[in-house]
């Protein structure tokens, strides 16, 4: 019954900004962590960063340190990443994610700890 409706995505020039969001639907959103990551064709699917159940806590991943942010908004539902100082490298489809883990204080990088995701949204950074 979970669903995430992710939004946001685009087609930017190198140096520009995106804001992703994510609703999600189905499941007591405030009591999960949250993750974003994406794949470019020809390539596995890489975390980009994730958020606590608090939102008190967030990891990004070293590519888009300093560029990305990670945040949350418990009473929209929503989970949101923007996205600074865009360069060629980051065009990959973005997805969001849900924690498995009930009220996990430190979020997890890996692709199996989530287990809801959402359709995906085409980030297109061109030079």
């Known amino acids: 019954q979970v669903q995430l409706v992710e939004s946001g995505g685009g087609l930017v020039q190198v140096g520009g900004s995106l804001r992703l969001s994510c609703v999600a639907s189905?499941?007591?959103?405030?009591?999960?962590?949250m993750g974003w990551f994406r794949q470019a064709p020809g390539k596995e699917r890489e975390f980009v960063a994730a958020?606590?159940?608090?939102?008190?806590?967030?990891y990004d991943a070293n590519s888009v340190k300093g560029r990305f942010t990670i945040s949350r908004d418990n009473a929209k539902n929503t989970v949101y990443l923007q996205m600074n100082s865009l360069k060629v490298e980051d065009t990959a489809v973005y997805y969001c994610?849900?924690?498995?883990?009930?009220?996990?204080?430190?979020?997890?990088?890996?692709?199996?700890?989530?287990?809801?995701w959402g359709q995906g949204t085409q980030v297109t950074v061109s030079s």
């Open positions: 994610a849900v924690d498995r883990r009930w009220r996990s204080y430190y979020v997890t990088t890996v692709r199996s700890d989530y287990d809801y």
């Open positions: 189905g499941r007591t959103f405030s009591n999960y962590a």
């Open positions: 958020i606590s159940w608090s939102g008190s806590n967030t």
